[in-house]
C-alpha cells in the first residue's frame, strides 16, 4: 500500500504518508498533528479523518485506542461567515 | 437573545421520541435540525424495523418517522427550526446557530443533545477516487432523491446498515457483487446476511479493501486478505471489477457539541468511540444539559426512541412538571431497553455501558 495515495483528511489533503513522516519527527499527539498539518481542521472538523488519525496514532506508537487523546473541540462545529458574526453582534 | 425553555437539537428518532413527552407535559419546546426536512436518518430508512411493536416493529423507517411526526408537528408550543446548524454549545446553556447565512444565539434553560453520529472512514490506496461512497450518502441518493450511486457495488463492512443497504442497492437494479468484512464473523443480523446471500452476494470475512483502481472514478478495486490484526496479507490480493465502493464501517457518536462546552467523554470502543458520562435520566456532566440516541452510543433507531423518552421524561420532571405514574412510565422504558439490549447482539452494547458506569 502506497501511504501517499491513502487520504486521511480529505479537507485539508493530509495523506497517510504525511502522518507517517510526523510520526518518524517524534510528533505523536492528535493535537501536534493538529497544529503543525491542520488535520481534522478543515469544514468537517475530523468527523471523518479522526477516527482514522486516532487509529494510525495507536498502530505506530503500539498503544490501545484509549490511550489516544481525541483533539480539543471548540466552537464552531463548521465555518461561520465573519459578516454572519457581525450582523449579529451589531444587533446585540 | 431568544430564550427557550427546552432546546432539542436534532430531529431524528432520539429527539422526535423525546419532544412528545415534554410537549405532553406542557413544556415549550424548540426543535433544531440542520436537514430541511425531521427525522434524521429515518427519512432514508425505507426498509421494515426489528424490535418491539411499541417501537414500530414491521414498519418501515421514513413510515415511524411519519407517525412520530404527525404525534407533534402541530402542538402550539413546539417551534421548528430546519436547515439550522448549531455550530456552538456552551456552558452556560447559549447555542449559537446557522441558518443559511443568519448566525444566532439562543438561552436554553434546558439542552438536549440528539445529535446522532457520523460515518466512519478507512484508509485505502485512492480512498478519494469519485466512486468511494459512505452507506449513508448511498441511502440518501437512492431512498430521499432517487439516484442510484453507480451500476456495480463493491460493499464493505456486514453491519446491518452494509447488508441492508446492499439488499436495496439490489432492489434498484444495482449489482452487488461482493461484500466485505474485516472480522471474522458477520456483524449483522443473519436473517439479512442470508437474504442477500441467497441473491447472489459474495460474502467475505476477513477481508478488505486494499486500493480502488481508476482514472476518472472508480473502475475496479483490488482486495486482500486480512491476518487477525488486521492487516492486509501480500500475495492474497484480488481484483473486483466496479464502479462504486460503498463504505459501512461503522459510526462514531457526535459529540463535538457536548465536548466544545466540556462535558466529561470517556473513549469507549464498545459505543463507538467517544462518549458522554451520563446516568440514568440521561443527564451530563453539565447542569440541564441532556443527551440520547446514538450520540450517547452507538445503538438503533429502536434504543434511541426509548433513551430519547426517557430524557424528555426526566427533563419535564426537573423542570416542575406533573406526569401521573412518571416513575413507572420510565421504569417500563428501561425494562424495554435491557429487553432490546439481550442476547449476543447487545453484548457489545452491554459492556460498553459498564464502561460508561451508567447508574
Known sequence: MDPKNVIICRCSDVTLEDLLELFKEGYSTFEELKRIKRVGMGPCQANTCGKMVQWEIAKYFNKPLEEVPFHNMRPFTMGVKLKSIKEQADEE | M????????????????????????????????????????????????????????????????????????????????????????????????????????????????????????????????????????????????????????????????GLIVSYQLMQAGV???????????IGGYLVHASKIRRLGVDIRTNMSVKRAIGKASVEAAEIWRLD????????????????????????????????????????????????????????????????????????????????GEIAGLEIARSAGYKIDNIDQHISRLHDDLTNLRNGPHGEKIRIGLEKVGVK
Open chain 2, 228 to 307: 487477525k490484526h488486521w492487516q492486509g496479507i501480500p500475495g492474497t490480493e484480488e481484483i473486483v471489477p466496479c464502479d462504486t465502493i460503498c463504505l459501512s464501517v461503522g459510526l462514531a457518536p457526535l459529540t463535538e457539541l457536548l465536548q466544545q462546552a466540556g462535558a466529561d467523554i470517556k473513549y469507549v470502543r464498545e459505543l463507538g468511540g467517544n462518549v458522554p458520562i451520563i446516568n440514568k435520566k440521561y443527564q451530563t456532566s453539565l447542569e440541564n444539559v441532556y443527551t440520547c440516541g446514538d450520540v450517547a452510543g452507538i445503538e438503533e433507531a429502536s434504543s434511541a426512541m426509548i433513551s
Open chain 2, 2 to 161: 431568544r430564550r427557550v425553555e427546552v432546546a432539542i437539537i436534532g430531529s431524528g428518532p432520539a429527539g422526535l421520541a423525546a419532544a412528545k413527552p415534554l410537549l405532553d407535559a406542557g413544556a415549550k419546546v424548540l426543535m433544531i435540525d440542520r436537514s430541511d426536512m425531521l427525522g434524521g436518518q429515518l427519512t432514508k430508512q425505507t426498509h421494515m424495523f426489528f424490535g418491539s411493536e411499541k417501537q414500530h416493529a414491521s414498519k418501515r423507517g421514513i413510515d415511524i418517522l411519519k407517525l412520530m411526526v404527525d404525534e407533534i408537528q402541530y402542538h402550539e408550543n413546539l417551534t421548528v427550526l430546519t436547515e439550522t446548524t448549531v455550530v456552538g454549545l456552551y456552558q452556560d446553556r447559549v447555542i449559537s446557530c446557522v441558518k443559511h447565512d443568519e448566525y444566532f444565539k439562543i438561552q436554553a434553560d434546558y439542552i438536549l443533545v440528539a445529535s446522532g453520529a457520523s460515518e466512519k472512514s478507512l484508509p485505502f490506496e485512492n480512498n478519494d477516487l469519485p466512486g468511494v461512497y459512505a452507506a449513508g450518502a448511498v441511502q440518501t441518493l437512492m431512498n430521499v432523491y432517487g439516484v442510484k450511486p453507480g451500476e456495480r457495488v463493491l460493499m464493505i463492512g456486514s453491519g446491518n446498515i
Open chain 2, 175 to 185: 449489482e452487488v457483487p461482493m461484500l466485505l468484512e474485516a472480522a471474522d464473523t
